[in-house]
């Protein structure tokens, strides 16, 4: 049986750390890579909340709702700069969207 | 109680975040995530913090989602207009493989902190509203400002950058 104990929580945040990541390399769909993002903040999060009860002081709770912040402006910044890139390219896939590399069609 | 509470959460954040990262259609990736995130605010219940579950709840699932799913629908992604993914499974296993020795460092590195039987915290009204606004208003208020200056430059940023150029 496995306990809800401190290690079992890093380990869970570990592996949800991870998926984050794989989903971010892997992917090619602009959503899904920024979903990844938000899974990896999460994984953080929850990485902070456990060590804040860890360590019976609020801070980590403090500085988990301060990346919730910095999350939801994340998303803000990040949508509009999909629709402005979707608005150019007609496309969701990363792989258009390298206008910095070529000459300029911004 | 609690441990199959956590075996039950974690094993869904676990479903929804592998569901996330492998489903084809991106709506349907989007709505495995909900799934994910309101598992990790349960988790954050279990971990005392009751202020964290409710923030968790409202503006994850209540902002981010719902302005995530919105998208999706505006620009209406069809699965046709998905990008082909031809080799995203090796791709996935060969991160994973990369990753295992990282984790395991990590791990380890956070085994060898001090041991405690009871993970419980003994502290009355620790987590909720109260706690967490003194502390934040005392200790954390420079902090704070930053944020919600940052949260300033995010409402302009995104106005700047979603509308439409008026010249050619």
Redesign the interface.
Known sequence: ????????????A???F??????L?????I??I???L??ML?AI??ML??L???F?S??G??I???V??????????F??????M?RLKK?????DFDTLKQKGTL | MIDSLFLILSLFALLGAIGMISLENTMHSALSFVVSIMSIAGLYALLNASFLFMVQIIVYAGAIIVLILFMIMFLNIRQEHAPKEPNKFPTMLVVAIVLIPVNYLIFEAFSKMPHIEDFSVKIDGFGDIKMLGVELFNRWLLPFEAISILLLVALIGSVVLARKKERE
């Open positions: 049986m496995i306990e809800a104990s401190f290690m079992s929580y890093i380990a869970l570990l592996v949800l991870s998926l984050g990541i794989i989903g390399i892997s992917r090619k769909n959503f899904i920024y979903m990844s938000e899974l999460n999060n929850l909340v456990t804040s009860k860890y019976g609020m801070d709770q403090i988990a709702m301060m919730i912040a910095i999350a939801a402006s994340e998303a803000v910044i949508l509009s700069l999909i629709v402005a979707y496309s969701v896939n990363i792989d």
